[in-house]
């Protein structure tokens, strides 16, 4: 480095990347992003999963196939809402509930599991880029 470069003063979008550390122009609305992308493709996963349970479904389909409806609905609406910050307490919700709803039938339990990983996994990015 010369001796010009070491006192000079860092440009406008050196300062603009220091003040975001993730280097996001916004990066509220790239979590939001993930966490709707995330509870849309658990809406397409349960609504893909009422055929089979309604082939295979045992004793229970019945229960398990208006659990799966009532979940594609909440998934859908909350991804309609992830600007409010409720709805990431209800993403979480709604993953426990899932995997509660594996007493109707073991694959709402498996997608219970799946999607409460990805979940997991939007939480721990939506602490790493907002803190």
């Known amino acids: 480095m010369t001796d010009s470069q070491e ?16 280097g996001l122009k916004n990066p509220q609305a790239a979590v939001r992003g993930l966490g709707a992308a995330t509870l849309a493709m658990e809406a397409l996963v349960l609504l893909l999963a009422i055929a089979p349970l309604s082939v295979m ?7 398990a196939i ?3 409806s009532v979940a594609t609905v909440l998934a859908i609406v909350l991804a309609g809402s992830m600007k409010r910050t409720w709805a990431w307490h209800a993403g979480s919700a709604l993953q426990v509930l899932l995997l509660i709803g594996g007493v109707l039938h073991w694959t709402v339990a498996a997608i219970g599991v799946i ?16 803190s």
Do not use: C, N
């Open 66 to 68: 208006i659990a799966v």
């Open 7 to 22: 006192g000079a003063m860092p440009s406008e979008g050196e300062q603009t990347a220091a003040a975001r550390p993730s």
């Open 115 to 130: 999607f409460g990983l990805a979940w997991l996994y939007a939480l721990h990015v939506r602490k790493t880029i907002l």
């Open 57 to 63: 479904g045992g004793d229970r389909k019945g229960a």
